[in-house]
């Protein structure tokens, strides 16, 4: 087994591999950009190499400077991960040429399966189904149009380079075709240099499926079951599981063998995945091969309990496959949640900042969390905005959702925004529970997973005003060390009133609905009024652990007071609270206030001009940031003012795009 071995990524991933190769006696050498001086991969290592600045194509995608890290180091191989470098030919050429083995396939496998469209012309000689489509060389937006029509719509354009859910474009009817066809090409060229298309027939119910396979240089290769990951958002996967649901052990074996002769098509070895349209009526068809670990791999560890890292290293190392097809079976259901930084009430926008607080459920047999990040940590701009995967198991299907559904409760984030409350929702819903799959779920069901925020009461109140109260309490005792500049200090009055009382105002900061108490001390409790009825509560305040008894019922709460507002988890919700009281005033959400973009980006369109008139969510312009394409909406009905950019500008974090004065 190598003795060393270089992890040419960071994140989750970099440290999913470490665990592995620490487990197998193997060094690890990380390698990380300035931005992740402190990042848990760092300090998992061995032995860590800084790359540069944070951008990607200064540091993880520094392809010569991290092949002369590795033989600095004296690793003698390096695990590309997923994404950053782990598909890219040169590269993984680069490697061999300085006699390291780059552990994945042989680089004329990854170029085989480089262009969607090169692939399928691999597939369709080695009798692999493919979606009926037309996948050739000619670009002629004609031409294409023909074929379109010879399909039959709806059609799917897809950027031949296109991954990562990017580049694609449904067309409903001829008439769209040209329009759609222009701007797929133009999303094409500026996310991979390369605007060439393909068109297929789009599935309008199909499930995506995919089966994960894995070769050896001994001419062996092997399925391991397949992943349902039908629950997609934007074409990108939100909550994957094994085994697929309703899978009959016939098609399970007919498209394990597929895949296996995908594999063998293209000399394949290592892991790889072969991802499926699995339509309606049972028949499916190839998509795409990843020639790389998939995001998603652990679900098939937990349900095979094989570690595919150990035999990535295994396979890497010349060894023969750990097991042969006869020795591998299903044992029970996994399912993987990721969880993200980003906004599901803003349309899914990534997030970027510090997490302030972070409880994870308790990792067991049954929880699985992997992870980059710890509390205190950072989600930047620069990277993939995931901060963990949830993996659950169980012995079936409802035993391990409802793992899942308990440990996405036990999930405490505060400090940016993630999807939990989204994912909750998802492994919640009767649809879901019914495994009624497919890749328009999340669609059918919008109406139940963004419902609405679950309204404060009496409990989450007298939290609040309790944790307020002792938390004063607290800090009195600790004075010396108070926060001057702190809204819990800077507020006259906390001295106990003549009357023995004080008023709170809290604000839910999702209704924006003002909530007045007044607190009255007691001998051994506090009388809270709200709405003119008296609560009798007491309590006990540990850190961010409140025991509190209204009333006679006892129950916990968590409690993170950041910025002025107070974030509390409170039997399987949460709610966000500001303090409002005299002196201290909130801010209002301006509509007059300028537009500004919410991460640096490039502006890809603008859709009005100085003196037009908008209505109220109406969309201005269109920037792309992280991968992603957001649309600057009007906050409120009036007159764009002026437009401070145009079509290819960059733009920095927080400048302003357009100021807009509301009517
Ligand atoms: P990417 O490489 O960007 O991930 P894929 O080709 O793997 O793109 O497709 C991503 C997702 O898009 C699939 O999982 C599926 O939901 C959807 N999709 C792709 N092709 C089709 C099709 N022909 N019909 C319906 N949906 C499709």
């Not at 000689?125 to 000619?138: C, E, F, I, S, T």
């Not at 809204?487 to 006259?492: A, E, G, R």
Request: hydrophobic share 40%; charged share 25%.
């Amino acid at each position: 087994m190598f003795e060393k071995i270089l992890i040419a990524n960071r994140g989750e991933i970099a440290c999913r591999i470490m665990k592995t190769a620490k487990k197998m006696g193997v060094q690890t050498v990380a390698i990380y950009s300035e931005a992740d001086r402190d990042a848990l991969h760092v300090k998992m290592a061995d032995e860590a190499f800084l790359l540069g600045p944070a951008p990607a194509k200064d540091s993880y995608l520094k392809a010569d400077l991290i092949i002369e890290l590795a033989k600095r180091s004296g690793a003698k191989a390096i695990h590309p991960g997923y994404g950053f470098l782990s598909e890219n030919t040169n590269f993984a050429n680069d490697c061999e040429q300085n006699n390291i083995k780059f552990i994945g396939p042989p680089a004329s496998a990854i170029d085989a399966m480089g262009s969607k469209s090169a692939a399928k012309e691999i597939m369709e000689k080695a009798n692999v189904p493919l979606v009926p489509g037309y996948h050739g060389d000619n670009q002629d937006a004609d031409y294409l149009s023909t074929q379109a029509f010879a399909i039959g719509y709806p059609v799917l354009i897809k950027a031949t380079a296109g991954g990562g859910g990017k580049g694609m474009r449904i067309v409903e009817d001829k008439k769209y075709f040209d329009e759609a066809l222009t701007s797929c090409k133009r999303e094409a060229l500026s996310s991979f240099g390369d605007d060439r298309v393909l068109i297929e027939k789009y599935l309008t119910k199909p499930r995506h499926v995919e089966i994960q396979v894995f070769a050896d240089s001994h001419g062996n290769a092997v399925h391991l079951f397949e992943r349902d990951c039908s629950v997609q958002r934007r074409h990108q996967k939100v909550i994957e599981e094994a085994p697929a649901p309703n899978m009959s052990e016939e098609l399970r074996n007919k498209m394990g063998e597929v895949a296996i002769q995908a594999a063998k098509a293209i000399g394949y070895e290592g892991a790889g995945t072969v991802e499926f349209l699995l339509d309606e009526d049972g028949s499916f068809y190839f998509m795409e091969m990843n020639t790389r670990l998939q995001v998603e791999h652990p679900v098939t560890e937990m349900i095979t309990g094989q570690d595919l890292v150990e035999w990535q290293l295994r396979v890497a190392n010349g060894e023969t496959l750990p097991c042969e097809q006869a020795q591998l079976s299903i044992n029970g259901h996994a399912f993987e949640a990721r969880v993200y930084a980003e906004d599901p009430d803003q349309d899914f926008l990534p997030a970027t900042g510090m997490l302030h607080h972070l409880k994870t459920p308790d990792p067991s047999s049954h929880v699985r969390i992997d992870t980059g990040v710890t509390e205190g940590g950072e989600v930047s701009v620069h990277y993939d905005p995931m901060i963990a995967k949830l993996i659950v198991w169980d012995t079936d299907r409802n035993k391990a959702l409802a793992r899942l559904r308990g440990a996405l409760h036990q999930y405490q984030v505060v400090g940016l925004k993630t999807n939990l409350k989204f994912l909750s929702q998802l492994a919640g819903n009767e649809g879901f529970i019914e495994a009624d799959l497919d890749t328009n779920f999340i669609k059918r069901y919008e109406n139940s997973l963004f419902t609405a925020r679950p309204s404060v009461d009496e409990r989450v109140l007298s939290v609040a005003a309790l944790y307020t109260m002792l938390q004063q309490k607290n800090n009195e005792h600790a004075s010396d060390q108070a926060d001057p500049f702190s809204p819990w200090d800077s507020v006259n009055g906390w001295r106990l009133n003549e009357d023995n009382h004080h008023d709170i105002t809290f604000v839910d900061q999702h209704s924006d609905t003002e909530f007045n108490t007044t607190v009255h001390f007691r001998n051994d409790h506090f009388l809270i009024e709200i709405d003119d009825q008296e609560f009798k509560v007491s309590g006990e305040l540990n850190e961010h652990n409140l025991y509190i008894d209204l009333e006679g019922a006892k129950f916990n709460a968590t409690i993170v007071s950041q910025d002025e507002e107070l974030h509390i988890f409170l039997q399987q919700q949460d709610f966000v609270l500001s303090v409002k009281q005299e002196g201290l005033e909130l801010l209002d959400s301006d509509a007059n206030a300028n537009l500004t973009a919410p991460m640096p980006g490039t502006i890809v369109s603008v859709a009005v001009s100085a003196g037009d008139t908008v209505e109220a969510g109406q969309a201005l312009l269109v920037m792309e940031a992280m991968k992603m394409e957001h649309t600057i909406k009007a906050p409120a009905k009036g007159v764009v003012t002026e437009v401070l950019y145009s079509e290819g500008d960059l733009v920095e974090d927080g400048a302003e795009l357009v100021s807009f004065e509301a009517e």
